[in-house]
């Protein structure tokens, strides 16, 4: 038998189906794998309603099979009420496995599985900020099983280590595990011994203070973080699923005066505070689910990934509330952009990657680049 891991929340997530406020039926392609598709196509009830919705791409030498996406990037099977007209007149076990599944995440190590639940989705986010501390895992099965597993389970282990050491400021934690996996990045050949460095708390702390003594401009940071939000949501302000979570942030941030907005930033910091645990607990989540690879440079760039989520969420909330007057911070506000940066971002990998390869000639950050990111 297998063992289990499983986020200690992920058997209460259920779908909110007509209540999501962030439904996953809009915005992206849907594939409808090789089972459903021939399952659609031997229903002599569901065939001609079904097949009529699908549309073929050609993928190398493979047919592949996706739902028409009607206007806005809506899934043309999702009725006026929000309920999906495949459950309703077919059953769940005619849903496509991508709608089956979401959103959910499965990872296997060897004898070991993990569950974990993407931020995609709205109603993962509400169980997350439910947490009352840090999020933990349950465990089913052998536990011996998991000193027998590859250096990169031990690796992302270290990552959350320091993500949960809540001796540090959240911003440390961040740098603390990307120097951490530059270091591994350099060594010839990456030991236990040498990763366990990084569970001495000594010298994490003298780790973090090489930097704590390096003075990154706040209107630098600014203008870091305003190029990369305007980047980042370039292709996606005037699409209607986004369009009332960016557009107006979009055209404020064109016109920000960055020197004006110091004072701002720093008023905003510990308000934005109240949320860390929140914040820390996503990111640990998505380290959880996202950095698995036996490939160090694909585990940094996750990372990378999961980061640049993290700044464009803490930023877009920042430009939320300049444009509002200051008002309180809403949580729901926090939410609606995790799930917005999670689906454009976290589902758009190859061209982040590639967006940093053309904009630094390396995939792979620089510290200082980091640095400026979360300051």
């Not at 189906?17 to 598709?37: E, N, R």
């Not at 597993?149 to 934690?173: C, G, H, T, V």
């Not at 107006?248 to 016109?255: L, W």
């Not at 645990?277 to 698995?292: A, K, R, T």
Request: glycine share 4%.
């Amino acid at each position: 038998m297998n063992t289990i891991v499983k986020f200690n929340f992920y058997d209460k997530f259920f779908c909110t189906a007509d209540k999501c406020p962030f439904t996953c039926c809009k915005g992206w392609d849907i594939l409808v794998d090789p089972s459903t598709y021939h399952k659609w196509e031997e229903s002599a009830e569901a065939s001609g309603f079904l097949s009529k919705h699908i549309k073929r791409k050609k993928v190398r030498k493979e047919t592949e099979h996706y739902l028409k996406m009607g206007n806005h990037k809506c899934c043309p099977l999702l009725n006026e009420k929000g309920l999906c007209n495949v459950v309703l007149h077919y059953g769940e076990d005619h849903l496509p496995k991508t709608c089956q599944v979401f959103p959910r995440l499965k990872n296997i190590w060897e004898d070991l599985e993990e569950y974990s639940l993407s931020c995609s989705c709205p109603a993962v986010v509400d169980l997350l900020n439910g947490i009352d501390g840090k999020l933990h895992f349950s465990y089913d099965g052998d536990v011996n099983t998991i000193g027998t597993l590859p250096l990169a389970y031990s690796i992302r282990e270290a990552m959350i280590a320091i993500m949960q050491n809540s001796k540090f400021l959240l911003k440390d934690r961040i740098l603390l595990i990307f120097h951490m996996l530059l270091f591994l990045k350099k060594e010839p050949v990456i030991t236990r011994e040498f990763l366990n460095r990084f569970q001495n708390e000594e010298y994490l702390l003298a780790l973090s203070g090489i930097w704590n003594e390096i003075e990154s401009g706040t209107e630098d940071a600014f203008t870091e973080m305003n190029e990369l939000f305007l980047d980042m949501v370039l292709n996606y302000q005037r699409e209607k699923t986004f369009h009332h979570y960016l557009n107006n942030i979009s055209d404020f941030a064109k016109d920000l005066d960055f020197q004006s907005s110091h004072a701002e930033w720093n008023e905003f910091n510990p308000l934005f505070e109240h949320y860390e645990n929140l914040l820390e607990n996503l990111i640990v989540s998505n380290i959880f689910g996202n950095c698995i690879n036996d490939d160090l440079d694909e585990m940094i760039m996750s990372f990378q990934i999961i980061i640049t989520e993290y700044v464009m969420v803490k930023y877009s909330v920042f430009l939320q509330w300049l444009i509002h007057e200051k008002a309180k911070i809403d949580y729901s506000n926090i939410r609606d952009y995790m799930v917005t940066y999670s689906r454009i971002i976290g589902y758009n990998r190859d061209g982040i990657i590639e967006f940093w390869e053309d904009s630094f000639d390396d995939a792979i950050w620089e510290p200082a680049y980091l640095l400026l990111l979360i300051n």
